[in-house]
């Protein structure tokens, strides 16, 4: 299958700093990235799409000035948790696609794990 | 908006047992996956489906694209201990303005040796 490298795994930080996590596909062109939360023993929670050039769809409730997604190349999205609070530790996935829709699958970074202290 | 309801939430069993589980719409999908997720790792993609009635198997795992293309299962054959996971389904829908993938909430597998 194809390669989606997410980085960092894990990182800690302290509280009102911002973090970043990078998300790459490695072996294809991906149209459409997804950014994932998922807290312990749950399932995957969609924070946004993301579609390479434009503006990202946030679902419901989650708040897009925190939360800043860009998406400007093909192959590279990125996930800003702006003025982190220990509320927002949790596990980020993503997750990349060759299209936005059509029978492609999506091929999943491995999380990170942020803890705010 | 569509949904996924997938079954059952969590599973114990004994090493060697075969597993099976399953996810159903009121929807039609077009493609549906099937995603392994080992603890602290983001989903593996397990299988994929493209036609209704389609049945793949990949080593021990076997899964199906039910006919009415509202259903799918994904079976797990003599269960060892690196089977434990949450196992997730996913479809894809064709056309309309939604375009991403819709999961299922996930089957937590233990395996006991």
């Known amino acids: 299958g194809a390669v989606v490298s997410q980085h960092p795994s894990r990182v800690i930080c302290k509280s009102g700093t911002s973090v970043k996590i990078e998300c790459r596909s490695l072996?294809?062109?991906?149209?459409?990235m997804f950014w994932y939360r998922q807290f312990p023993k749950k399932s995957l929670m969609l924070m946004a799409t993301s579609n390479e050039g434009s503006k990202a769809t946030y679902e419901q409730g989650v708040e897009k000035d925190k939360f800043l997604i860009n998406h400007a190349s093909l192959t590279l999205s990125t996930l800003t948790v702006t003025s982190a609070h220990p509320e927002d530790s949790s596990f980020y996935i993503c997750?990349?696609?060759?299209?936005?829709?059509?029978?492609?699958?999506?091929?999943f970074g491995q999380g990170t794990r942020l803890t705010v202290v | 908006g569509q949904q996924l309801n997938q079954s059952p939430q969590s599973m114990f069993i004994q090493e060697g047992e075969d597993v099976s589980m399953n996810c159903t719409s009121s929807s039609i999908f077009n493609t549906w996956l099937w995603y392994k997720q080992d603890p602290g790792e983001g989903p593996v993609l397990l299988i994929a489906?493209?036609?209704?009635?389609e049945l793949t198997s990949n080593g021990r795992l076997t899964a199906q694209f039910g006919i009415t293309r509202k259903d799918s299962f994904l079976n797990i054959s003599a269960s060892i201990p690196s089977d434990v996971g949450i196992y997730f389904c996913?479809?894809?829908?064709?056309?309309?303005?939604?375009?991403?993938?819709?999961f299922g909430k996930g089957t937590k597998l233990s395996v006991k040796p």
């Open positions: 489906l493209y036609k209704a009635g």
């Open positions: 072996d294809f062109q991906a149209t459409t």
């Open positions: 997750s990349a696609r060759a299209t936005y829709q059509g029978t492609h699958p999506a091929f």
């Open positions: 996913a479809g894809i829908h064709y056309g309309g303005s939604q375009g991403n993938l819709i």
